[in-house]
Structure formats: structure tokens, C-alpha cells
């Protein structure tokens, strides 16, 4: 099975989980319209930085979703020595001044250009909790070890100790 089938097929198996799965609504409740507004939705992956390149489409793709408490993840991204795949979902929290979310599955494919893809599943992690920091035009989510999220219009950008490492796009 190709490294987009394995894919597609985790996908379906997490969309069947997600709509069958527990809800954390009432965490999401207490959060205002306009925060929940901001930070619920579907992104898709715009740029990627690894290794002092800006990597973009074709050579990345992905989506990101906060939807209902649950998040999911998938990105992929095609180097000249390897492709690199990552699955995942979980769930979120998020009140007046605080968002977590956790991975209850994350898998990671790297297929080598020659040779058998290495497959690893993490165990479910711990909640990575997040400060509500409203700024003029965006929000930001201030986490431990410089973890940081920025919700600007239609873009959401993920910054480790400083530096962007992905940026997504709005697609609803």
C-alpha cells in the first residue's frame, strides 16, 4: 500500500472514531463565540520550514482541524532522500483564557528513496496546555518551552522556540 493509501485509510478509520468517539463539549462551551470562531476550523498546509528551506506545495501537503473537541492532523512532505508522512488525532479543551489538546494517535511513516518505509506510533501524549493571549488583529497561544500558535486571519502559524516551523491556511 502506497505511503497516500495508508493515508487515506487511517483517515477513514479516524473519521469513523472521531463521529462515534466522546465529545468534550462542555470545555468548549465556556469558551466565547469569538475564540471558538478563531480556533475552530479546517487548515491546510502552506509552507513547512526544516532544515533552513521554506518548503510549499507540491513538495508538503496537509490539513489541520479543530472541530467539536477533537483535533487531526496530517501532513506529508517529499524530500530529495525521503517522504515523510504524519496521522493523527486526539482531542481539545479550551476556555475564556486557556486551549490544550492532546494526541490520543500520531503515527509517523518515513519511506526512504530506496529501501522499506520505518512505521512509529506514539503513545498517547500528555494535554499541551496553552495561555490565551488576545493581540490587536490576531490570538495567540503562548505554550511551555517557546510552543506558540498565532491565529491571524485566514492563517494559523506554528512557532517553536522562536522560529516558524509550519504555516496553515483557513479552508473553513
Same mark, same amino acid.
Given at each position: 500500500?502506497?505511503?497516500?493509501?495508508?493515508?487515506?485509510?487511517?483517515?477513514?478509520?479516524?473519521?469513523?472514531?472521531?463521529?462515534?468517539?466522546?465529545?468534550?463539549?462542555?470545555?468548549?462551551?465556556?469558551?466565547?463565540?469569538?475564540?471558538r470562531?478563531?480556533?475552530e476550523?479546517?487548515?491546510e498546509?502552506?509552507?513547512?520550514?526544516?532544515?533552513?528551506?521554506?518548503?510549499? *506545495?507540491?513538495? +508538503?501537503?496537509?490539513?489541520?482541524? $479543530?472541530? /467539536?473537541?477533537?483535533?487531526m492532523?496530517?501532513?506529508?512532505? &517529499? =524530500?530529495?532522500?525521503?517522504?515523510?508522512?504524519?496521522?493523527?488525532?486526539?482531542?481539545?479543551?479550551?476556555?475564556?483564557?486557556?486551549?490544550?489538546?492532546?494526541?490520543?494517535?500520531?503515527?509517523?511513516?518515513?519511506?526512504?528513496?530506496?529501501?522499506?518505509?520505518?512505521?512509529?506510533?506514539?503513545?498517547?501524549?500528555?494535554?499541551?496546555?496553552?495561555?490565551?493571549?488576545?493581540? *490587536?488583529?490576531? +490570538?495567540?497561544?503562548?505554550?511551555? $518551552?517557546e /510552543?506558540?500558535?498565532?491565529?491571524?486571519?485566514?492563517?494559523? &502559524? =506554528?512557532?517553536?522556540?522562536?522560529?516558524?516551523?509550519?504555516?496553515?491556511?483557513?479552508?473553513?
Open positions: 500500500m502506497t505511503v497516500l493509501g495508508r493515508c487515506l485509510a487511517i483517515l477513514a478509520v479516524v473519521s469513523v472514531m472521531v463521529t462515534t468517539g466522546p465529545r468534550l463539549s462542555s470545555a468548549q462551551s465556556a469558551a466565547p463565540p469569538d475564540l470562531t478563531a480556533l476550523g479546517t487548515w498546509l502552506v509552507e513547512w520550514h526544516v532544515d533552513g528551506q521554506v518548503l510549499k *506545495p507540491p513538495q +508538503i501537503h496537509g490539513r489541520w482541524s $479543530n472541530r /467539536d473537541g477533537v483535533v492532523v496530517l501532513f506529508h512532505r &517529499t =524530500l530529495p532522500d525521503r517522504q515523510d508522512t504524519s496521522t493523527g488525532y486526539g482531542v481539545y479543551q479550551m476556555t475564556t483564557d486557556t486551549w490544550g489538546y492532546r494526541y490520543d494517535y500520531m503515527e509517523n511513516t518515513s519511506r526512504p528513496a530506496s529501501g522499506p518505509p520505518t512505521v512509529t506510533v506514539a503513545p498517547p501524549g500528555p494535554m499541551r496546555s496553552f495561555r490565551v493571549v488576545r493581540a *490587536p488583529g490576531k +490570538i495567540v497561544l503562548d505554550g511551555a $518551552n /510552543d506558540r500558535r498565532e491565529y491571524e486571519g485566514p492563517y494559523f &502559524t =506554528l512557532m517553536q522556540r522562536g522560529q516558524v516551523v509550519r504555516r496553515w491556511r483557513r479552508v473553513s
